[in-house]
């Protein structure tokens, strides 16, 4: 049974840090890329960071470049996303996701296989 469960969400202030964990089970997580998407409220579903396996590719979005940085440990089966100087709009529920083949697109929701149920990120004074 696939598992997958996102913790570290929470309020923080603007310019502050917040480091969301992934731990994942039931399937061979050696061989599948491992994202994080976002969603806000009234928006779109969004891939905010991936890592490939084995960590041979890292992608981020443009909006988060610079200020979030996405790892993992294979030995653990867990992913993280480091997220730093956060703003306003990243203000999302966040969710944490698991593919067997990107393909072209790391981006593409479409292309994953297993979701997380997502954690609530807040930033705000």
């Known amino acids: 049974q696939v598992q997958i469960v996102e913790s570290g969400g929470g309020l923080v202030q603007p310019g502050g840090s917040l480091r969301l964990s992934c731990k994942t089970s039931?399937?061979?997580?050696?061989?599948?890329?491992i994202g994080w998407f976002r969603q806000a409220p009234g928006k779109e579903r969004e891939g905010v960071s991936c890592?490939?396996?084995?960590?041979?590719?890292?992608y981020y979005a443009d909006a988060v470049k610079g200020r979030f940085t996405i790892s993992r440990d294979d030995d653990e089966s867990m992913v993280y996303l480091q997220m730093n100087n956060l703003k306003t709009e990243d203000t999302a529920v966040y969710y944490c996701?698991?593919?067997?083949?990107?393909?072209?697109?790391?981006?593409?929701?479409?292309?994953?296989?297993?979701w997380g149920h997502g954690i609530q990120v807040t930033v705000s004074s």
């Open positions: 890592a490939s396996s084995s960590e041979l590719s890292k």
């Open positions: 039931g399937f061979p997580f050696d061989d599948y890329a």
């Open positions: 996701t698991a593919s067997w083949d990107l393909g072209s697109a790391w981006n593409n929701a479409a292309r994953y296989n297993y």
